[in-house]
């Protein structure tokens, strides 16, 4: 791929996110800042690249540790804002969703 | 290499499945906006990162799949008991910390391209070498700022501004001096010093460092928007070194919704971007505060606040982040219930920034299964203010804070209030007078209408309850 191809990608992928995130109600600023923070773990698979070629203990651990990060930033980030959105879904039944403690 | 290696790296079935990881993650933040299909939009997005992270697995070239294994099972665990060991009022800080590991894999991507790089005999190209920079850059200021502003808002430094004497002029030399690092490396690209390189991340480190201790904890939701943003774009440009689609599209997507919630954020405080990261709000008249005597209010107990409460029409509880801190959600919510039960009307008023981050308040509200319906909006609930009968704040401070209209010279003035002193009374529940984030002193608890209750707001609040069944 060329540099100008990345380029246009970028520049059309910096479009989308101000179209995307724009009049967002402040209500969900907090999940919504937490899973975007969730999708830049996605460095995670820089990590996976570059240990795929390090060759000396110090890339190792350099590579290993990227690696923990990026994983920590995905599972922690989506999860934790699984969670925070969870307490929204929550439906003002008191008794009846007792029994369906939803699923995973 | 690998004995999965089926795809080639950049070609055109990885090039597919990476669009298709990519076009979840757009999807799925679309449907994060809103609050009906918000959970479903994160699970969208979480398959996006499935997608991407198996799609990088089945590259021919990756390897020493040990190490992959470990860095996988150590992050996912701390990953997964960190996300169920939080707390609801933690958020913000868990944001924080998350969002700064994730700055953190980029600076360390970055050394280890640049090693590799140099390994393979200097002559790294500049449409290479410029990125990995900036993405060294960018995510080590995230790493470190990221984390002062986890340990402030945990508390385990003070909250207050912590400035040096001539820190503007020590940041701009910094940066200057990382500037001129980045552009030496990159003219003698054929021959990079690594020394040179690691004294940026350093540089960085303390950049990272210096920028975020001056800022106070009030603004650090704005602070950590604007880090996440930064992580995003240096999670881009580490894409532009490894040529990887998936990267730039997701770390440009996170880079300008960053940006925009950051801008949002700042506005609802009334401030700018500029102003929250070098103004040092938040410190300088506390010790006006702190030294004033003691001005005249009225303070009562929770019998006197149960009657106020019991014999009105219409109730407004304005929460803050004290509320969260006691863990009072739910002991006001029985106090709402209970008056309901009278037919009093209850409603919640939430400021933009209540609790510790926008949309933090409505988070901590819904899990006391506070209906919807009854959270208003700072400009809806204004206008009802002088119709209402009694405005509790619970654990509020700032935001309620007169000053902010009536003192053109308060460090807060011009911030958006919940107008609470239009009220007809007001109770304010606060364990003492102290002065909030901005640390300046509340002139709304000296008002002729307002009451203070001295106490912990889930004991009062439940005690409140109590009493109104008695009545």
Known sequence: MSIMTEVTIFVLAAFVGFEVISKVPTTLHTPLMSQTNAIHGIVMLGGLIVVGYANDPLEYVIGTIAIAFGAINIVGGFMVTDRMLGMFSKKPKPKADADGKGGK | ?471
């Open chain 2, 1 to 471: 290499m690998s004995p999965l290696a089926v795809l080639e790296p950049g070609g055109d079935a990885a090039t597919a499945l990476y669009i298709v990881a990519f076009s979840l993650f757009i999807l799925g933040v679309r449907r994060g906006t809103h609050p009906t299909t918000a959970k479903q939009g994160n699970m969208i997005a979480a398959v996006g990162m499935a997608v991407a992270v198996v799609t990088t697995l089945l590259l021919d070239g990756i390897g020493n799949w040990g190490l992959i294994a470990i860095g996988l099972g150590v992050g996912t665990t701390i990953g997964v008991v960190a996300s169920i060991r939080v707390q609801m009022t933690e958020m913000p800080q868990m944001v924080a910390l998350y969002n700064g590991v994730g700055g953190g894999a980029v600076a360390l991507i970055a050394w280890s391209e640049i090693r590799h790089g140099i390994s393979l005999g200097g002559d790294i190209p500049l449409e290479e070498l410029i990125p990995t920079l900036f993405a060294a850059v960018v995510g080590s200021v995230s790493f470190w700022g990221s984390n002062i502003a986890f340990a402030k808002l945990q508390d385990l430094i003070p909250t207050r501004p912590l400035a040096v004497p001539g820190q503007q002029v020590i940041n701009a030399v910094l940066l200057i001096g990382i500037v001129a690092a980045c552009v030496d490396i990159a003219v003698n690209n054929g021959d990079p010093s690594q020394a040179l390189f690691i004294g940026i991340l350093v540089a960085a480190a303390v950049l990272g460092n210096l920028v975020v201790l001056p800022i106070g904890g009030a603004d650090m939701p704005v602070v950590i928007s604007l880090l996440n943003a930064f992580t995003g774009l240096s999670a881009a440009a580490a894409g532009f070194a490894l040529h990887n689609v998936a990267l730039i599209v997701a770390g440009t997507l996170v880079g300008s919704s960053g940006t925009i919630l950051t801008m949002e954020m700042a506005t609802a405080m009334n401030r700018s971007v500029g102003n929250v990261l070098f103004a040092g709000f938040g410190g300088a008249p506390a010790a006006g505060a702190g030294t004033g005597e003691e001005r005249p209010h009225v303070s009562i107990g929770a019998q006197d606040a149960a009657i106020k409460l019991a014999y009105a029409d219409s109730v407004v509880i304005v929460p803050g982040y004290g509320l969260a801190v006691a863990q009072a959600q739910h002991a006001i919510k029985e106090v709402a219930d209970e008056l309901e039960k009278r037919g009093v009307t209850v409603n919640y008023a939430i400021h933009p920034v209540a609790g510790r981050m926008p949309g933090h308040m409505n988070v901590l509200l819904a899990e006391a299964d506070v209906p919807y319906e009854q959270l208003k909006e700072m400009d809806e609930i204004n206008p009802e203010m002088p119709r209402t009968d009694v405005a509790v704040v619970v654990g509020a401070n700032d935001v309620t804070n007169p000053a902010a209209k009536n003192d053109p010279d308060s460090p807060i003035a011009g911030m958006p209030i919940i107008e609470v002193d239009q009220a007809q009374q007001v109770i304010v529940i606060k364990r003492s007078l102290s002065p909030g984030f901005a640390g300046i002193d509340n002139d709304l608890f000296y008002e002729p209408n307002t009451s203070m209750l001295f106490a912990d707001a889930k004991q009062a609040a439940a005690d409140i309850a109590a009493e109104i069944q008695q009545l």
